[in-house]
């Protein structure tokens, strides 16, 4: 088939006749689902009210085109409505290229069942009133990456409420009320990225349960949050390749087992009273380290931290207002020539430390943060380095 020679070109005007069909066939859909939730040129129908008597409500909507052909991206923004779960009606029609769908601050009820879309890459649904996810909401998003379910009521989870969605990377379920987990939960979230489950009460399921093994969750999970879910214990495996581990403001006396792959660790506003060399696992990868706000904490001893201080670039220990005793040794011995510290910024606010002597970070030849403000530090030689420490370092006390 030949465009400019003269040879068939009968067949290549039907070609390009059913190709102009099938685009503005496609290009009608789109404008049809693209009012049906944004400000009309038309008469079709808005995603709510259909009287006099029920005002029309329309989303913010944007449209752009993407390289290199212009094809539409349609990105939608319902949030803040006041929508109920009637008010979506049963024909919802998504635009052909819309990449993400916010529905949060508004009053649904269940998770919408949406209309088949291999574009949609973005569902946002928090804050409203859900308090199950039941049925297959989710079913026909294969290509979905993003989920969040954050501050709803959500009791239960179905054992396959997450069926169908082998290309999300991100899920949160925080600020819910789920007590238990189902089995093989997250068996089909491939690639799964980043689970947050904080805010929720857990304490019973986490106290038996080991999360990966149980709820099948992949190996290569990066970001797992359970802030403030009241655990006094939870399993998690050594060897799994988790970077970013957040158990801040649960009610742990004493430091869990830790992927030996953490590089991020928030364990602030727990219970522990010492800080001892047994305290922490060898976390060799370990770069910043959050102990914040932790009450009961009044002591940290020689060696403290050496099992953690490899890599570590950051220590917070701000609010810990019952510290007093801060070993000089709590990094280990050694010189700074042959075994420097990676230390480049400690938090010390809020403590009650009365002196910190130089041998505690003589070895940070990098560092560039110390903060020591609300500490009642006597001023004596004990503290007097603190003011050299500009000179040699740069470092802002």
Known sequence: MYLCDGKDNGGMRKMWKIIFVTLQAISVAQCAAFSAFCPPDSDIMPISGDNADTPATYCDCHMAH???WGLPTVTIDCQGRELRTDDLPQDLILPFAAKELTLAWNNLTVAPTLPASDHLRVL????????????SPFLHL??????????NNIITLSDDI??????????DLSQNQLKILPSNAFAGLLVLKTLILSENPLAGFFSQENLFSYTGITKDLKTLEVAMCNLTKIHLDEDWAVSKLDLHSNLFQGV??????????????NFLKHIDPETFPPLPDLEELHLDNMVPLKTIQADAFLSVSTKLRKLSLEGCRNLTTLDNLAFGNGTKEE???SLVEVNLRGCRLKKIKRDLLARAVNLTTLSLAGNPLNCDCD???????????????
């Not at 294969?142 to 501050?151: A, F, I, V, Y």
């Not at 997450?162 to 899920?171: I, S």
């Open 124 to 135: 946002k649904l928090a804050h409203n009133a859900i308090t199950a996810l039941e049925g």
């Open 162 to 171: 997450f069926d169908g969605l082998p290309h999300l990377e991100h899920l």
């Open 256 to 269: 869990p087992d830790i992927p030996l792959s953490v590089r991020f660790l928030d364990f602030g506003g």
């Open 339 to 341: 075994n420097p510290l």
């Open 66 to 68: 993407s390289a290199p």
């Open 142 to 151: 294969p290509n979905l990456q993003h989920l969040d379910l954050s501050s």
């Open 383 to 397: 503290v007097s380095w603190i003011k050299e420490m500009a000179k040699e370092t740069g470092a802002q006390a």
